[in-house]
């Protein structure tokens, strides 16, 4: 099933987006391996800095592209919502640029993607509450 940027902000809630983007892939199987320096190769050049810009702007700097979830303090990531294979990169595949397959997030965010490391706990720590920085008001 080939999944969208469309569809992900169909979703309004962090925990619905990451529930639509979670791989749960294991640990140690090889996505690029010995071969990283291939992605280190797209991701310095001029061309995906340019691409990535245009994806931070137009996430607005939130993980997930979830307003109220600024990154801040982190770098930032940009996920391909549909892994990108080494031929892909070798080959400049256009899904690697369609904004319709990357999403702004931060690097724990990301790796709980690919990992499922991320808890329901952490999450519901995320969400914003109305008046919740202001403790008297609860």
């Not at 991320?118 to 109305?130: F, K, M, V």
């Amino acid at each position: 099933m080939i999944k969208t940027y469309s569809e992900l902000i169909q979703f309004e809630t962090f925990i619905e987006r990451y529930n639509y983007l979670k791989l749960c892939s294991s640990i140690g199987i090889e996505t690029f391996g010995h071969s990283r320096y291939i992605n280190q190769i797209l991701y310095r050049s001029e061309e995906w800095k340019s691409f990535r810009r245009e994806i931070i702007i137009r996430d607005n700097g939130c993980d997930l592209g979830v307003e109220g979830f600024d990154i801040t303090g982190t770098f930032i990531v940009i996920h391909h919502i549909n892994p990108i294979t080494i031929e892909q990169v070798m080959n400049r595949d256009k899904r690697i640029f369609d904004p319709e397959n990357v999403i702004t997030t931060k690097h724990s965010t990301h790796m709980a993607i690919h990992y499922g490391s991320l808890t329901e706990q952490d999450i519901s720590l995320l969400e914003r509450r109305a008046n919740d920085t202001c403790p008297w008001k609860h």
